[in-house]
């Protein structure tokens, strides 16, 4: 069966995340990271941040919201019950600290049948209440037997 | 920070995530999948129990790496991993790493995340700015 390929180069709507002190707190637990630098507010000032900064993969907190919708979308039709996360990229620009309102966009970038298998990347690109660039994130799945 | 060079050994990074790792996981992500918190359901997809979140191990795979920089979370620039065998509770996890190329300030790391012979995390490699 042909991999269907129309969402190729289509872009979702924005989604918008507000980054909070203990949702950072949360996820730092979780990972058992320990520097006070996501944990406290005097701690993170010190070190030079406007307030608690996140851990660089949180981006995937404030990114996947973004992703629900191209994941979903009937025009790109993937099988969830067949998927698997292949791989992840992120390149980060300004840390992302507690207040920040982050806005995230997704986009396809391709979608291509390797060995029966159907390889689905997408882009989302973050960036914060300045416009400044916070991450920008590589996403691909892997559909087995399309 | 210390004087890195090509083969350096990035510090290990040992973690046996318990039982209840991947439902604080999800809490903490959002991606509440039942593949990792869901026994019944992760055994009637054909798995052998639940499952670790792949992100997780790319969480830890951060983590090693912010260590050449004491863990200041503006070192990492860039990470790209692609994630392999299935990781699982109560196991331990070693994240270790090799520096690939030194040029000024910037450190390319290749890094790899195992749980026994299984390889999680596989070629991830990781940018960093000292």
């Not at chain 1, 269907?4 to 979702?12: H, I, L, Q, S, Y």
Request: aromatic share 8%; proline share 5%.
């Amino acid at each position: 069966m042909a991999l269907k390929t129309d969402a190729v180069g289509k872009e979702w709507p924005a989604s918008t995340y507000q980054v909070g002190r203990e949702k950072i707190r949360e996820y730092a637990n979780a990972l058992g990271i320990d520097n006070p630098v996501h944990l406290d507010v005097e701690a993170a000032r010190a070190a030079g941040f406007r307030d608690v900064v996140a851990p660089p993969m949180f981006a995937v907190v404030y990114s996947s919201p973004a992703m629900a919708p191209a994941m979903f979308d009937p025009e790109v039709a993937m099988n969830f019950a067949a998927m698997v996360h292949g791989g992840q990229e992120f390149e980060w620009g300004e840390p992302a600290c507690s207040g920040d309102e982050i806005t995230t966009t997704a986009r396809c970038l391709s979608i291509e049948e390797k060995d029966g298998k159907g390889f689905y990347v997408f882009e989302t690109n973050a960036v914060n209440q300045d416009g400044a660039q916070v991450a920008r994130g590589t996403w691909t799945l892997i559909v087995r037997g399309v | 920070m210390a004087d890195l060079n090509v083969g350096d050994a990035v510090p290990e990074l040992r973690v046996t995530p318990d039982k209840y790792l991947p439902h604080r996981y999800a809490g903490a992500s959002g991606d509440f999948n039942p593949i990792h918190i869901d026994e019944e359901f992760a055994k009637m997809v054909g798995l052998p129990r639940t499952i670790l979140h792949g992100l997780y191990g790319m969480g830890l795979t951060a983590k090693a790496n912010a260590a050449l920089a004491d863990g200041d979370p503006r070192a990492l620039k860039r990470l790209k991993v692609q994630f392999r065998g299935m990781g699982f509770p109560e196991q331990e996890i070693v994240v270790s790493g090799t520096v690939k190329s030194v040029e000024g300030d910037r450190v390319a790391v290749d890094t790899v995340a195992k749980q026994g012979d299984t390889e999680l995390i596989k070629n991830a490699e990781a940018e960093l700015e000292l």
